[in-house]
């Protein structure tokens, strides 16, 4: 009644296995010990009264055994078992120790860890043995296996939790070893491990994963599986026939969950399937992408740019997350696509709820200044690596400036900047700062600074259709100077109201692409001029009409025989014998025309290009 009142005082303190085990040794001990005096003193050869003696001893050896299990070692519990066993005069003199002493020893005792009295459990398992075993009385024996029999019986059915569980089991092994004089089944070694013993007292060798008595389930005949190397069950993430697979370190059963599981003294940990399986690899866990290390299983715990099971690489953050968006690694920047997490290349990627986004080249590495783009250049901001959102007047990475449009493109032509006018070419999208420009229908002349400033008169006409005028001879073989004077004599230097409201320079009647207007015309008869209203074609702009005059007259063949020809005034005699004009002076009209604005410098421009 003494030890189960002990017994439950300590296990409402969730340190009671301590006191079970040392009970145990106690019993032990004492029973040992009074074999011992029953040899030693042959004076009493009264069975009643040896029976006492032997009771008053027990108690008062259980006292004393209880003071002196403390935290110290486990070496002192069985240095005290066995001085109990050989020593019967030392015996003798702890039984007159006051029971006040030994009640204060015991509640100084220092509650140790759940591992320790594992441990514990061990060394006294070996000494209650050793005792047992070299007592030469059958009825020292008989006592002792009684007691320690019913302490573990007594320990297993009042355990509740798993760690009561694991003490419960060692307590058993005391009751095992002490009856069998030898170790069998499991046993906890001093370091902790769970070993497994046969009948015979010995453990297999290697590998091997085997059904065996439950190591935490006290119920009569529970078994598991368990993975012994050299008879040490196995836990955590272990190797067997070429795969990895995580025992429960609580269990050592093979842990069939979906988890995570990190272990003691680790930072990270190992991510396990429903079969036991420890994954490794690119792998989704609670919604997220991890990177688990092939070699260690080990979730990652620093970025690297690794490659997965299937060949793909991808980024890795320091909390073993797959990356994505910019990234920085090793002193460049990255994009790695935020739907498949996959190294953007040769690619324009807008991130989620950007307007904007980044332009990575064929390494992946992410462009920044003017760089090109499906035939267009763009300008990326060097501090966001983003397009430029707005217009700007920027410096190229090699030096130069350009004019960059809200859409990020480069901008070429006449454009408009905080109030003047500029103009950049659109071969160099560079700022032209010398010169003359011609841009639509308008010509300009251009500061030291790019500034421009808008050009009239006969001059600036000439300017505006010139390329156009040589654009012709190169497309349709129409001499440069006659489509030049036949422009100023019909639109009047471009002033007429056909020119002026539909940039129309010939008199050429119909519809351009569906557009047209209706004006009062002049024409001559047999009566001499008359005036009518006619529909007119309509052109964008100027470079448009000149370009629609070469196609019509190629696509009159009764103007064939003036294509291609270099002589001016052959060509505007023919104009007129053809048809184009009613006017009888319309060749020599033009032919002055040409004389007087040297256009026929315009004919060799175009020859020799």
């Not at 067997?240 to 272990?263: A, C, H, I, M």
């Not at 979730?299 to 690489?313: A, E, F, I, N």
């Not at 964008?540 to 070469?550: A, L, R």
Request: charged residues 15%.
């Amino acid at each position: 009644m003494e030890v189960r009142k002990r017994f439950k005082l300590y296990k409402s303190g969730k340190k009671w296995c301590v006191v079970a085990i040392t009970t145990a040794v106690t019993v032990l001990g004492v029973a040992t010990a009074t074999t011992a005096n029953a040899q030693a003193d042959s004076v009493s050869e009264n069975p009643v009264v040896a029976s006492a003696s032997a009771q008053s001893t027990s108690s008062s050896s259980q006292q004393v055994m209880l003071a002196t299990a403390s935290e110290s070692s486990v070496t002192n519990v069985a240095s005290a078992t066995s001085a109990n066993v050989t020593n019967s005069a030392s015996v003798a003199s702890q039984v007159s120790a006051d029971n006040e002493t030994a009640s204060s020893a015991l509640n100084s005792t220092s509650v140790v860890s759940a591992e320790n009295v594992e441990v514990s459990a061990v060394a006294t398992v070996e000494a209650a043995s050793s005792a047992v075993v070299s007592s030469g009385s059958a009825a020292a024996t008989s006592t002792s296996v009684q007691a320690v029999s019913s302490v573990s019986n007594a320990v297993s059915s009042s355990a509740t939790t798993s760690q009561e569980a694991d003490s419960a089991s060692a307590v058993r092994e005391v009751a095992s070893v002490a009856t069998s004089g030898k170790k069998s089944g499991w046993v906890t070694n001093a370091s902790g491990q769970k070993v497994y013993y046969n009948s015979n007292g010995t453990t297999d060798t290697g590998r091997e994963y085997v059904q065996l008595p439950s190591l935490t389930d006290t119920t009569k005949g529970a078994t598991g599986w368990y993975l012994l190397q050299d008879g040490v069950a196995q836990k955590g993430a272990q190797e067997w026939y070429g795969s990895e697979w995580y025992f429960d370190p609580s269990t050592y059963q093979l842990l069939k969950e979906n988890t995570y599981r990190v272990e003691n003294g680790q930072k990270v940990g190992y991510l396990v399937n429903s079969n036991g399986n420890v994954l490794s690899g690119v792998q989704k866990w609670m919604g997220t992408y991890y990177y688990f290390d092939p070699s260690t299983y080990l979730l990652l715990d620093h970025q690297d740019y690794v490659k997965s099971q299937w060949g793909d690489y991808y980024m890795v953050g320091s909390n073993g997350a797959l990356m994505t968006g910019l990234v920085n690694w090793q002193g460049s920047k990255y994009y790695f696509n935020q739907s498949s997490y996959l190294l953007a290349k040769n690619t324009y990627s807008v991130p989620n709820g950007q307007k904007v986004g980044y332009l990575s080249g064929s390494d992946g590495k992410v462009l920044s200044g003017v760089q090109k783009w499906m035939g267009t250049y763009y300008y990326f901001d060097p501090s966001t690596n983003l397009l430029l959102d707005h217009q700007d007047y920027v410096k190229s990475q090699w030096g130069y400036y350009y004019m960059v449009g809200s859409n990020g493109a480069l901008m070429t032509g006449v454009v408009s900047w905080q109030g003047s006018l500029y103009y950049f070419d659109p071969s160099s999208y560079l700022l032209k700062t010398s010169g003359s420009v011609v841009s639509g229908n308008s010509a300009y002349s251009v500061a030291s600074d790019g500034k421009l400033t808008l050009l009239t008169g006969n001059q600036a006409f000439l300017m505006i259709i010139k390329q156009a005028a040589i654009d012709g001879w190169k497309k349709y073989g129409v001499l440069p100077s006659v489509t030049a004077a036949q422009a100023i004599l019909e639109s009047g230097w471009g002033k007429s109201t056909l020119a002026t409201e539909a940039y129309n320079l010939f008199g050429i009647k119909g519809s351009y692409n569906g557009q047209s207007v209706t004006m009062l015309t002049a024409e001559y008869g047999s009566s001499g001029y008359y005036y009518i209203y006619d529909q007119f074609r309509k052109y964008p702009s100027y470079y448009q009409s000149i370009e629609d005059h070469g196609y019509f007259l190629v696509s009159n063949s009764r103007y064939s025989n003036l294509l291609w020809n270099r002589n001016y005034s052959t060509v505007t005699y023919l104009l007129h014998e053809d048809g184009y004009a009613t006017d009888p002076n319309y060749a020599s009209s033009l032919n002055s025309v040409i004389t007087a604005n040297g256009l026929t410098s315009w004919d060799y421009e175009a020859f020799n290009s």
